[in-house]
């Protein structure tokens, strides 16, 4: 049975950082491509980051480039996002979820069997 459970959420202020972490159980963790989603009140889940097996792509969406950084340790079956200058936009449920792909990082969220729970991120002004 695969579990992904995320932590590392929480209330920060605007400029703030946080890091998000996810540790998998159940799976080959290393044969799987992970991504970081997110969810805000009223909006779809959203692709932000993902990274390919070996760690070595990985791919965001353009409103978090150069603030997100998403990384895994494959020893530790978690993967990492790294998140600074938080604005309050940023507001949402993480998750981060797991895809079978072999190569590319998929964008959207049908491209991944696997699911955390969610973790809260509040960003205030």
């Known amino acids: 049975q695969v579990q992904l459970v995320e932590s590392g959420g929480g209330l920060v202020q605007t400029g703030d950082s946080l890091r998000l972490s996810c540790a998998a159980s159940?799976?080959?963790?290393?044969?799987?491509?992970m991504g970081w989603f997110r969810q805000a009140p009223g909006k779809d889940r959203e692709f932000m980051a993902g990274?390919?097996?070996?760690?070595?792509?990985?791919s965001y969406k353009d409103s978090c480039k150069g603030r997100f950084t998403i990384s895994r340790d494959n020893a530790k079956n978690t993967v990492y996002l790294q998140m600074n200058s938080l604005k309050p936009e940023d507001t949402a449920v993480y998750y981060c979820?797991?895809?079978?792909?072999?190569?590319?990082?998929?964008?959207?969220?049908?491209?991944?069997?696997?699911w955390g729970q969610g973790t809260q991120v509040t960003v205030s002004s």
């Open positions: 979820a797991a895809s079978p792909s072999r190569v590319t990082i998929p964008k959207d969220p049908p491209g991944y069997g696997s």
């Open positions: 159940g799976l080959t963790f290393s044969q799987y491509v």
């Open positions: 990274i390919t097996r070996n760690g070595i792509s990985t």
